[in-house]
Every structure is written in structure tokens, then in C-alpha cells.
């Protein structure tokens, strides 16, 4: 079974502090995703990643970076937090190697509060 | 610009009956098509999905039917139980693209016992 883990299930944070959200999958799985669901608006791609060292800006990229510096593991860094950065945020990955189709696989989510 | 759009922010169902969810989407190129189930604190989880050269296909309880020329794909759930309450959110990609998929804004469903 592929398991994707993200490293804090709730976190609350202050405006302006640097936040870093971890994600780790075991499945060797080239690519990794970040994205953010608000109510109404559904899941919204914020980066992705489809090797180590690689990135690509999603939809909503701004006030955002990522870090893959190993396959298994991809970090979505908040620069200086602010409050309409509260979310749920979710990281998910999918293998290459099988094709497109692939469904991707999601960790239980980070929500995150920037007070 | 929503290029998957679930138009039905939530439906309710008695149990036993059919759920019917649907989803619109507007770029013909897309190739693959996933519906998801979402609880509360927890991940998306797949479950089932449909190729564009099909129009329809079923895993148990679930149906996917896709509808090209209309641009609309549907999940029906047959019978609906009060486990399948959740919110779902159908998603498309492009396999000439990128392994991204887009998804819509989500369907939130509610079995009634």
C-alpha cells in the first residue's frame, strides 16, 4: 500500500514566521504534489514536482516555494506566513513509470492556522 | 478559469436509493478522468476512473459514465450507503501534459439512514 505522510496534522502558526510543511511517500514514486483545499474553491495545485531537484509552479504558486532534495521527500516552505494562508493543505504523489491515468496517491492533510 | 466544474456544492440521498454526481469540464483534450472521495481530516482517497475511449466503467457499487461530445462524465453510486457520505471531487488530465490533474470544486453527499 502506498503511504504518503505528512509530518503535522494541525499546526497554528504567527503571521510572518517561516512554516514548513514536510511530506514523505514510500513508493519511490517520481512525482510529488502540493496543493491547498478552501471551502468552495476544491483542491488547488500550489507546486508539483516530477524529480529530485525539479519543480514546477502550480496555480496559485505565490508566497510559496518547494524543496525535493531526496525522492521521497517533498517540503512546501510558507515564506512569511499570512493569514489567508490558513488551509488544509495536502501533498500527494504518482508513479511515472505506469503511464498517464495514474491516480495520485494523498497524505490525511496538514491544517495549517496563521493567526 | 474552472476547467472542471462539480455545479452541485452538496446532494442528499435517502439510503438505498441512487447518487448521482456530476461533473462538467470544458478542454476536449483531456484524456483521463479520476472521481475521488474525501472525509473529514482525511485525505482524498481514488476510486474509480475512466479513459477517454470509453464511455462508461464500473467497480461494484460505482459507475462512471463519460459523456465527450457533451463534456460531462457522472458517478453513480448504486446503493448508496450512509459510509459513502463524503465529499467527492472529480478530476481530468491531459497525458500529452504533465502528470497534474485539475480537479473540480467537490460534491458533498449525504446518505440518509
Known amino acids: 500500500d502506498v503511504k504518503v505522510t505528512q509530518s503535522s496534522r494541525y499546526l497554528v502558526k504567527r503571521t510572518g514566521e517561516k512554516v514548513f510543511l514536510e511530506c514523505v511517500q514510500d513508493?519511490?514514486?517520481?512525482?510529488m504534489f502540493w496543493y491547498r483545499q478552501d471551502p468552495g474553491l476544491g483542491l488547488r495545485l500550489i507546486y508539483f514536482s516530477y524529480d529530485v531537484k525539479m519543480k514546477e509552479k502550480g496555480d496559485i504558486p505565490e508566497g510559496y516555494s518547494v524543496s525535493r532534495e531526496k525522492k521521497e521527500r517533498f517540503s512546501l516552505i510558507l515564506e512569511s506566513a499570512s493569514t489567508n494562508q490558513t488551509s488544509m493543505y495536502l501533498c500527494a504523489s504518482s508513479p511515472t513509470d505506469r503511464g498517464p491515468g495514474q491516480p495520485q496517491h494523498f497524505g490525511d492533510g496538514t491544517r495549517l492556522s496563521i493567526l | 478559469d474552472q476547467q472542471v466544474k462539480q455545479n452541485s456544492p452538496s446532494l442528499s440521498v435517502q439510503e438505498g436509493r441512487i447518487s448521482i454526481l456530476n461533473c462538467d469540464y470544458t478542454?476536449?483534450?483531456?484524456?483521463?478522468f479520476l472521481w475521488y472521495k474525501k472525509y473529514p481530516a482525511e485525505g482524498p482517497t481514488f476510486l474509480i476512473s475512466i479513459s477517454s475511449i470509453k464511455d462508461k466503467n464500473e467497480d461494484g457499487r460505482f459507475t462512471v459514465f463519460l459523456n465527450k461530445s457533451a463534456k460531462h462524465l457522472s458517478l453513480h453510486i448504486v446503493p448508496s450507503q450512509p459510509g459513502d457520505s463524503a465529499v467527492y471531487f472529480c478530476?481530468?488530465?491531459?497525458?500529452?501534459?504533465?502528470?497534474?490533474?485539475?480537479f473540480g470544486t467537490g460534491t458533498r453527499l449525504k446518505v440518509l439512514a
Open positions: 513508493m519511490d514514486h517520481e512525482n
Open positions: 478542454n476536449s483534450m483531456f484524456d483521463y
Open positions: 478530476a481530468a488530465n491531459l497525458a500529452s501534459g504533465t502528470y497534474k490533474y485539475i
